[in-house]
């Protein structure tokens, strides 16, 4: 066919889309690339009711057309990319496990390696993910398999490489972990080893509930930022963020960023192939939808996007074709999404605004930055404070705002004043005193700290899974542990300083050996272990997880021995009462809970906080109780009579942790706003008080050698001794 003239059939330009046209035939291009009666006749065959517009409605993107159909370069000659990198999706029940060796029990669907295949969770665009159990470690995970049907196609090899890769080098909370990388030689099967998520897709739900609450779209689009930062700091260009690729942990707070299936090194971006630009056209960024070079920037239009939606109830850019929806991208401004929800704050909405600048240079410059922004706001939202801004005076309302780079501190200028979202404080001029030992973990926020009853070592369960066990006076480390795959939430070492038990979000409370790091013992699972402790004989351990359980366990036979689900959230704080009589537990829905240690009878309920409480700690004497939490309070507790006897609101922001001195005399309390604050419990009065990190303490402990720690957010450990602060008491 030339291209002169004549137009090719509705069978021949079916044949175009579904890729089995001839691709070389260049007057078949050039006639595409200037026939608009053409391309409108492609439009209208993509809206068809096609077995290819049934994929479209169901994955949201084209995903029939090979990479080397002329379909692509038509497009590309006409100005209208619409290009997609994923072969044809099928149910579950169509995807074939012939590679799987025959199980062992008939309720499974088969084994692979070490694994045990419990089920199919999905099927993604180049991979089939699994439910498998680790026999080795006795855990359940999920596995994700290069779809047999592409092991041939040397550009999905290597892309499912490039993904393992990039994958396995982030190590976030917010971010799906991977344990690791294996291959079944024998049946040349490559496969990823990944935390499994108990939950459901921000995708599912959104069909369930439509657009959210903003409190819950903050704390989303906040913690998605996080993770993408964490990858961006690796280097990583994620290039598919979309509802479906943003899960939601069934128990607590948890988002985690999956699907790294389309991640790219920055280096590496321009291996596409010309004309297939990876993603999907709802959420890709304007340089994505036209084959230019991406950069990090490029995800925070699709996070964009994606707040948009959550709070409009539709992504901004809509269409009844994909093709349609490119468009619009590319040359259209969306509907302002203070139409679509005249509820929202007009702080949210220049946020997003920003977000979906069409130029990058005119975005947010890191989801570090975004990240900190919601951060801020989710802060004042929790405090219910009303954060205000102008209303919109002209086409840029941003030129009002001003992030500093260091501290990410956003500023409105609201007519001649200025708002600082994180307000003043009233200790602005403390200065962090002179620590006795600064012990630096490297390894990401230290979630929790235990001191050894000589006070000659301290151990920190950090962000990235380790154990840090640091000898004080060598100011080093003794050793490292490879604890877990998931951030260290709890840690609490034995009475007698030879045992270490560790909890994470992979449920797991384990049971190490001090002096030979060996794992003596790993507790059942639960969901997501938040807080642990010994009792006073380092006989019983007490776990409180994210499925709002709070257990009692025999250390030496690993058995169950008290069980109570007495909280409506997760189980933030644990504390067994020196005596051994009593425990307590804390939670995020506010209460704090005394419990019988023989019978697990509830005995005192606590609920004076007004929101999470995230910090408990026993006197010695096991009658006084002391909490700390997000209402930004710290509260001393009579056990005896079970009443509050002191409020302390000294605090700007959430307090994280307290702890009483040994001798029962003092307690001291710290937070969100970096400070350390030290009370007499005679007195119920504050006796000193000093800036003790650079970012949020959450951590703060006394020694029995009358030394005080702190340890937080910085990743660092703060060592004072006590009597060097100048406290008088």
């Keep these: 066919m030339s291209a002169s003239t004549k137009c090719p059939s509705t069978v021949e330009l079916r044949d175009i889309v579904d890729g089995t046209g001839d691709a070389g035939d260049s007057g078949v291009v050039a006639h595409l690339g200037e026939c608009r009666s053409c391309q409108q006749a492609l439009e209208a065959l993509a809206n068809s009711d096609s077995s290819l517009t049934q994929t479209l409605r169901e994955q949201q993107a084209i995903i029939r057309p090979e990479p080397d159909s002329a379909y692509w370069r038509a497009l590309q000659k006409s100005g209208e ?17 012939a590679f799987l060796d025959p199980p062992a029990d008939g309720s499974h669907l088969g084994t692979l390696a070490n694994f045990t295949i419990v089920r199919i969770v999905g099927r993604g665009g180049m991979g089939i993910v699994l439910h498998a159990v680790d026999t080795c470690l006795q855990r359940d995970v999920a596995i994700k398999i290069l779809d047999p049907e592409l092991s041939k196609d040397e550009m999905a090899v290597k892309r499912f490489c490039r993904e393992s890769r990039a994958a396995a080098s982030i190590s976030h909370e917010n971010v799906v972990a991977v344990h690791q990388v294996e291959e079944d030689e024998e049946k ?17 739900k959104l069909e369930r509930e439509g657009r959210l609450p903003l409190n819950e779209i903050v704390r989303i689009g906040m913690q998605t930022a996080a993770g993408l930062a964490a990858a961006h700091e690796k280097g990583l260009i994620h290039r598919d963020i979309k509802p479906a690729n943003i899960l939601l942990e069934r128990t607590g707070l948890r988002v985690k960023l999956s699907d790294f299936g389309l991640a790219r090194t920055v280096e590496d971006v321009r291996l596409t192939r010309t004309g297939l630009v990876a993603g999907t056209p709802l959420y890709m960024s304007p340089e994505q939808a036209s084959g230019e070079e991406l950069d990090a920037r490029s995800d925070l239009f699709s996070l964009g996007v994606v707040l948009y939606e959550l709070a409009a109830g539709e992504p901004p850019f809509t269409g009844k074709t994909p093709l349609a929806v490119l468009k619009r991208l590319t040359e259209e401004q969306p509907r ?3 139409e679509r929800n005249p509820d929202l704050p007009e702080w949210f909405v220049h946020i997003v605004e920003k977000l979906l600048a069409k130029n990058p240079k005119d975005r ?15 802060a004042l939202l929790k405090s219910s404070q009303t954060v205000a801004c102008p209303k919109k005076k002209s086409p840029s309302p941003w030129k009002a705002v001003m992030v500093g780079a260091a501290a990410g501190l956003l500023t409105l200028a609201l007519g001649a004043a200025v708002v600082f979202f994180f307000g003043p404080r009233r200790d602005s001029a403390a200065q962090i005193p002179e620590p006795l030992h600064v012990l630096k973990g490297n390894a990401g926020p230290l979630w929790s700290l235990a001191v050894s009853s000589d006070g000659q070592h301290l151990a920190a369960g950090a962000d990235d899974g380790t154990v840090k066990y640091w000898d004080i006076a060598g100011d080093r480390v003794a050793w490292t542990l490879p604890a877990h795959q998931t951030p260290i939430w709890a840690l609490a070492l034995s009475p007698k300083g030879d045992y270490l038990a560790t909890g994470s979000d992979d449920g797991h409370t384990k049971i190490w050996e001090v002096r030979t790091q060996n794992e003596v013992h790993t507790l059942p699972k639960i969901g997501g272990v938040r807080a642990l402790a010994f009792d006073a004989d380092g006989k019983r351990i007490l776990t409180g997880g994210r ?7 025999d250390v030496g036979t690993q058995a169950e021995l008290l069980t109570t689900v007495g909280h409506d959230s997760l189980v933030s704080a644990v504390a067994f009462a020196p005596d051994g009589k009593s425990f307590a537990s804390a939670s995020a829905d506010k209460s704090i809970k005394i ?5 697990g009878k509830m005995k005192l309920k606590l609920t004076n906080h007004e929101r999470g409480v995230y910090g408990i700690a026993f006197a010695p004497n096991s009658r006084y109780l002391v909490s700390g939490g997000w209402d930004r309070t710290v509260r001393l507790w009579d056990l005896d009579s079970g009443t509050q006897i002191a409020k302390f609101d000294e605090h700007t922001q959430d307090v994280w942790s307290v702890a009483f001195n040994p001798e029962g005399t003092l307690f001291a309390s710290a937070g969100e706003d970096q400070m350390v604050r030290i009370w007499d419990v005679a007195t119920k009065k504050e006796i000193h008080s000093f800036r003790g990190s650079t970012a949020a303490i959450l951590n703060v402990r006394f020694s029995e050698s009358g030394c005080i720690v702190a340890g ?18």
Excluded at 595 to 599: H, I
């Design 364 to 378: 947010f410059q890191s989801a570090r930055e975004v990240a900190d922004t919601l951060e801020h706001f989710w």
């Design 595 to 599: 419990w019988d240690a023989n019978s």
């Design 547 to 553: 499925d709002h359980s709070v257990k009692v366990w």
């Design 188 to 204: 040349q099967v490559p496969f990823l080893v990944m935390e499994l998520i108990s939950g459901e897709s921000l995708e599912k």
């Design 81 to 97: 990319v619409l290009t997609v990198a994923n072969p044809r999706a099928r149910s579950s029940s169509e995807v074939s496990l």
């Design 712 to 729: 937080g957010k910085d990743g660092v450990a703060r060592i004072w001794r006590f009597s060097d602060l100048g406290a008088s008491h």
């Design 336 to 338: 302002p999404l203070s």
